[in-house]
């Protein structure tokens, strides 16, 4: 993609540039600079402020933090409690059953942590070894050279109308040019997806699977916290077609965290994963906790899933990928920090022995322990797609035997997952008369405080959205406007007849869209940098 000639743009020159400032970026640059402070790191954030777009769980195994930061538990972030007790539920309608603790989920000596928060402490330790990190720039794309190696990334221009036209403060993104490019955008990260495809990086792997997972902070009167105190169910409001699970971590200073996430590869076309959240959160042994709170944040974001399988070549000319970016998250811990961390440190240690050289880090990646912890658990996910019963025993069997199965269970696209309307049976929904806020996902939204400016070219781009009025209304009843937590998408019948309305400005970027959307036609991009939700300790 080029642009004419008259517009010119300011270029800055790195050896680094990390395209991220998660824990896999941030923990990748610091790294770098530990190893060899001579060498240049930028690292560029869409969000106005570090932690600002993060939302996690988030309990996280301190192992690998330990090596990056060997002290850091003399100076904590500022959220970060020690998990005290463990409990796993199996909800029904009324109440639930006490389980045993799947031993991936013990968290003994784990933290509780906001990943927001965490972000957030990580960015200045980074800053003092001298990466240089900027937020609200918002990589709109790859550059390449005449041979097509990756050669660093143009930052969005600002400024620019929902028309096209440039409006008065109107300023061209800056080219930030490196000798290696490290993409961690997290899940389903935009640039990666195209690079991804340039590159064919997912010619031998399953297609990566996602879930949403949406969260919120509640204050509550602090009887009624137990600091450290950890809990996840299954099972209601979810039938036994669809995987869906909560968490619920009991902070300090009166604070709950607590979420619902919602396997992306559901089959009903009418399941609506922000109501399941809100039903689980009605449930009677959820209710009395938050009766009288209120909530301080909220949001939402998709969790990559797919695991060993699913994980695409992560070296290419001139980049690489880390993190959620390259789909580590280890789905029956519920943990993709430190597997984050892990591989941002990894990262930084070869390209440091490589003098900048992304070869070899793809080998390096699949031979170290990052990638042996998935692939002892790479069955036990994709076992639920045929039920809950089928996913507990299968589950149960991979975790007697340490995934040592001589079978690889596939993965599937979430797009090709949904069924069509009149095809699937109708799940008994059995659905309680809610109460607790917020309303509806527009008061959700603002929970989020996300902004962006009306007048901006809208970051959604929908291929042909003649399908959404006539096949996807017909065969799937426009699932969009049930599976968006932030009410993006709406179907309006006016004067100008049935079309699709997209409300951009509420966007959360959970990506969940990218993802879902049957016909793939739906692409994320990125709107003007600093846009998007502002968390709040998520």
Known sequence: MTDAPEIERDVMEYDVVTVGAGPAGLAFAIRLKQLNPEISVCVIEKASTIGAHILSGAVIEP???DALLPGWRDNPPPICVPVAKDEFWMLNKTGGRKLPVPPQMHNHGNFIVSLGALCAWLAPQAEALG???YPGFAAAETLHDESGRVVGVRIGDMGVAKDGSHKPGYTAGIDIRAKVTVLAEGARGHLTKRLIGKFKLDADCDPQGYSIGIKELWQVPEDRVSPGKVVHTLGWPADNKTYGGSFLYHLDKGRIALGYISGL???DPEYKPWEAFQQWKNHPMVKPLLEGGSIVSAGARAIVTGGWQSL???EMPGALLIGDTAGLLNVPKIKGTHQ????GMLAAEHLAATQLAPDGFDAKLRASDAMAELKKVRNIKPGFKRGLWFGLLNA???T????????????KADWCSLDKLGEHEQPKRDYVERSLAPRDRLAGVYFAATEHDEDQPVHLHVADTSICVTRCAEEYGNPCTRFCPAGVYEIVDDAAGKRLQINAANCVHCKTCDIKDPYEIITWVTPEGGSGPNYQNL
Do not use: F, H, Q
């Open 63 to 65: 192992g690998p933090l």
């Open 312 to 314: 695409p070549k992560v």
């Open 396 to 398: 149960a069997w991979e």
């Open 131 to 133: 990466v240089e990190i």
């Open 265 to 267: 590869d559901y089959r």
């Open 400 to 411: 007697v035997t340490m995934g040592l199965s001589p079978w690889t269970l596939k993965n």
């Open 340 to 343: 984050a961390i892990r591989s």
